[in-house]
Each structure stands twice: as C-alpha cells, then as structure tokens.
C-alpha cells in the first residue's frame, strides 16, 4: 500500500527539490565560469609569456642603429655575414658548435612559444640595395630565408637591405614572384608617417605592435628625418601575393630622381608584410632611429608598462618622474619631446 504523504508536504519536497535543483545548477553554473576564467588567464598569461628572439645582422656599422632591449622574455644579439654562415651550416647540420650565441638562436627557433625575427640591418653590407656583400652571400642569404621561414622564423628588412632582398628576388629560387618592387627614386628628410593602430598591433613584429599598443588614438601619427639615398618601394600587382599594408607616408621636402632634387607630395608605403612559407616577410622604408615627432596621442599608463617591460623599474620610474614635470611645465612643446623620445627609446633602443 503506497505511503500517503500530504499536499502540503509534497508542495513543500517539490519546493526544496526545486531548489536543490537551482543550487546545482547554479554551482555547475559558477564551475563552468571558473573554469572558462581559468582558461582565459592562461591564454592571456601564455601571450605575455611569449618570447621574442630577433638575430640582428650586419657586419659594418649599419645606418640603422636601432636595438631592441634584452629583458625576461626578449632575446636580442646582433651578428656579422660570416657568422651568419656558420649558424646556417649549423642550422642545417652540417656544423656543430660550442657557440653559446648559436645555440641560444637554435634553441629559440626550436621553441614553437618564441618568434624568431632575423632583422638585416640597412649597411654598407648592402651596396645601396646592389646585394648582400656579394654574390655568394647574398645565394646563401635567399637560402637561409627559404629555410629560416620553413622553420616559422621571420625576416625584417629595412631601407637598403629591402632592396638587396627584393632586386635580387625574383633571380632565386623563391616560391612566387615578388611581391615588392623597388623604386630607382630616392627620399630624403622630414618625412610623415601614418597608419591605423590596429594594423601596428597585429603584426607580430615587436616594434610596430609595441607602437600599436601604447597609442591612444585610432590613427598613428609620427615625423621621421630620412637619411639621404632612402628607399622607395610599392606593391607588385604583377605578383598576386597579399601584402598587408601597415603604414604609409608622404615626404615633407621632396624625393631624389636622377640626382635632381624634385618636391613631390607622393604617398609612399612605410611598412608593409606578407606571409613567406611559415613565416613572415616585414618590409620597412625607414630607420626607427631617426623618428623625430609622434603627433599622435599616447597613452601615458600604457608606455610606463611597456617602459618597465622593456628597460625595468627604474626607468619606468625616470620616465614617469620626466613626464610629469613636462605636464607641470604646461609646455605642449616639452610635452611633445618628452613623448617622442620616449617612443624612440622604446622603438630604438636609443635615446635623445
């Protein structure tokens, strides 16, 4: 004989089940959330822990002085074209080696949580965009990128070593046609840059997503001051490669043609990237050196950060001491040079 149980108390059990039930679900609920939260400070914690090894390469003094500063999770050296051969022959394991520069950049590129930029300084190794130092060097050159972006490493060009790589491209054995084409004009002086901030954030490149992270304003704005004999270049439609445009720029004095001085108001492209194997080609127009005026807004909390993960406490502490009795001066002038050179010390490594 069933148990009889009154309606009261059958209201009541059907309340507390329902309850119990909404507890569960809301614990289930909260533990989903946890975990999703977990999940998303890991992400976040595992792009900040990102690594970043840039081989820097040039055997004279380049005309591009601009260093990137070796901290916790950036790796930065800077080699000649003869070693960049052993490390090559290493590389391909044809050569082993105690060179602890050597293995540090082999463990690196091995390291799928690093990115690996060779960055060819613009030099005299270059002869003004002829090759890399000669012949042989430059067939090693389009070697090593073949194999260094298989192995998902990037290579950063600049001024006079864009043009070695893009003259000769299309003379090797490279996957496509190139993408780039290099102008017989040349620029020179004051020269004004801009581009979006969200197309300097997504590059992986660290000095133009750094840029990209610290500006307030939708629109990045800054001057440079091009040495004489500067590099123009513009996409080769003939290529059908995409290249992503990053920014652009217009020369405040004119352009060399024929070594006659023409003004012109022409735009050109500044920095550009395309996509090489598994790797990245970042092609630059200018030295991050000579920056001279960011008239774009920056955002104060956001150098100070970046300041004290590239150069420390300490200098995060001198910068903000700097900017702050800029701002007391009420001076926009001072204002202006104390973020410029800053924004050239975090892109250069140079100060004043």
């Keep these: 004989m069933a148990e009889f149980v009154p309606e009261n108390i059958k209201i009541e059990e059907e309340i507390v089940e329902k309850q119990e039930n909404q507890q569960e679900n809301q614990q289930e609920n909260e533990k989903n959330e946890n975990q999703e939260n977990q999940e998303k400070d890991k992400n976040v914690k595992e792009v900040k822990q990102q690594n970043i090894c840039v081989v820097s390469i040039s055997s004279h003094n380049p005309y591009d002085t601009s260093e990137i500063t070796n901290n916790a999770n950036t790796f ?37 949580n690093t990115k690996v930029f060779f960055d060819f300084k613009c030099s005299s190794d270059c002869h003004a965009g002829e090759n890399f130092v000669d012949k042989d060097t430059t067939l090693l050159i389009f070697k090593l990128v073949n194999v260094m972006t298989r192995k998902h490493c990037n290579i950063v060009v600049g001024d006079h070593s864009m043009a070695a790589l893009f003259n000769n491209w299309d003379k090797h054995k490279m996957d496509f046609k190139s993408p780039i084409r290099i102008h017989t004009e040349h620029t020179e002086g004051q020269f004004k840059m801009y581009g979006d901030k969200k197309d300097f954030i997504e590059s992986d490149y660290p000095i133009l997503k750094n840029l990209g992270t610290v500006a307030s304003d939708e629109k990045i704005d800054i001057e440079f001051s091009n040495m004489s004999g500067t590099k123009i270049y513009s996409i080769n439609t003939e290529s059908k490669v995409p290249v992503k445009i990053i920014s652009k720029g217009k020369p405040q004095q004119g352009f060399r043609r024929n070594r006659n001085l023409e003004l012109s108001t022409e735009e050109h492209i500044v920095h550009s ?51 702050q009795n800029a701002m007391r001066s009420g001076s926009a002038t001072i204002q202006k040079r104390v973020i410029s050179d800053s924004v050239k010390y975090m892109c250069s490594g140079k100060k004043g």
């Design 76 to 112: 930065y050296t800077n080699i000649n074209y003869n070693q960049l051969k052993e490390l090559y022959y290493i590389i391909r394991q044809e050569k082993e080696t105690n060179n602890m520069v050597y293995k540090n950049i082999i463990n690196y590129i091995k390291d799928r």
């Design 273 to 323: 990237e395309f996509k090489y194997r598994n790797g990245m080609i970042i092609v630059s127009a200018t030295h991050w050196c000579n920056l001279t005026e960011v008239n774009s807004n920056v955002d104060f909390n956001r150098l100070r950060t970046q300041y004290q993960t590239q150069f420390g406490e300490e200098e995060a502490m001198n910068f903000e001491v700097e900017y």
